[in-house]
């Protein structure tokens, strides 16, 4: 399976939502624009439903806060990098992140050709996350603690690989320091969003950069955007998310012997 796939597909996790296919460049071989200048008009939401979020661009207004890197990579442990402030900051949003155990709610996604698809997710710490992609996708997005599976549901494939090569181990993790065990290169925040830029490098699959966004009044996380080695980003927001049903087990379970069919 593609790496760059599984990390797309975190879009949460991103680190690991699926991106379906390689986007291709336009002529000149530069990648598309990030298509998020525009909100697109939203249909009405049902009743007592939160509407389909617009989608924050990929940087903010807010000063960034570069953490140094080594040549050789992304530095780690870098928490000495950061003034006190920003490391409070950080470190109020790790609180938060870590007492989400469990999660559901809607998302949409936007890939890097500006194309749109939502769906359902349910989240299950330490490790477990499913996607279902709305029709017309065939996609489900699963991971069961252990390896995550991209299904396509027309094509009757089934893709595997092991969580502990994405980076959306970090999002999974039933503990974790955003600043020691994650390689931070900068934070940012704004009036709405406090942001902080995770990168992952693969000796065969190359640079892959993780923005989480959390909201800037209760640091949950609201949105996370994924840029593959070619620069191409693919977003994922989150909304009508509730905190408080553990999903299914089931909602979690891989056929394995898919693969071997």
């Known amino acids: 399976m593609r790496y760059g796939l599984v990390v797309a597909a975190a879009g949460l996790v991103a680190m690991a939502l699926p991106a ?14 990030p298509p998020l200048a525009v909100s697109p008009v939203q249909p009405a939401p049902a009743p007592g439903a939160e509407a389909i979020p617009a989608i924050a661009p990929a940087t903010g207004s807010g000063p960034m806060v570069p953490v140094p890197v080594r040549a050789t990579g992304p530095a780690k442990g870098s928490i000495a990098a950061l003034d006190p402030p920003t490391r409070d900051l ?12 469990v999660a559901s709610g809607d998302f949409v996604q936007v ?41 396509d549901r027309k094509l009757a494939t089934q ?6 090569q994405t980076p959306l181990r970090f999002l999974l993790a039933e503990k974790v320091d955003l600043l020691r065990d994650t390689p931070v290169i900068a934070v940012q925040k704004d009036e709405l969003f406090v942001s902080v830029v995770l990168e992952e490098r693969h000796p065969v699959a190359g640079t892959h950069r993780l923005m989480l966004m959390f909201g800037a009044q209760d640091y949950q996380l609201k949105q996370w955007t994924v840029t593959d080695p070619q620069g191409f980003d693919t977003t994922v927001a989150i909304y009508n998310v509730d905190t408080t049903k553990r999903p299914s087990a089931d909602l979690f379970r891989i056929n394995y012997e898919r693969v071997l069919q």
């Open 90 to 101: 950080v470190q109020k949003i790790n609180a938060a992140f870590n007492a989400l155990t």
């Open 159 to 164: 893709e595997i690989t092991p969580l502990s």
């Open 20 to 33: 379906l296919a390689e986007p291709s460049a336009p002529a000149g071989g530069q990648p598309p624009a």
């Open 111 to 151: 890939a890097p050709d500006g194309s749109r698809t939502q769906g359902h997710f349910y989240l299950q710490k330490p490790g477990k996350v499913r996607f279902d992609y709305a029709p017309p996708s065939p996609i489900e997005f699963i991971s069961d603690g252990g390896s995550i599976a991209v299904r």
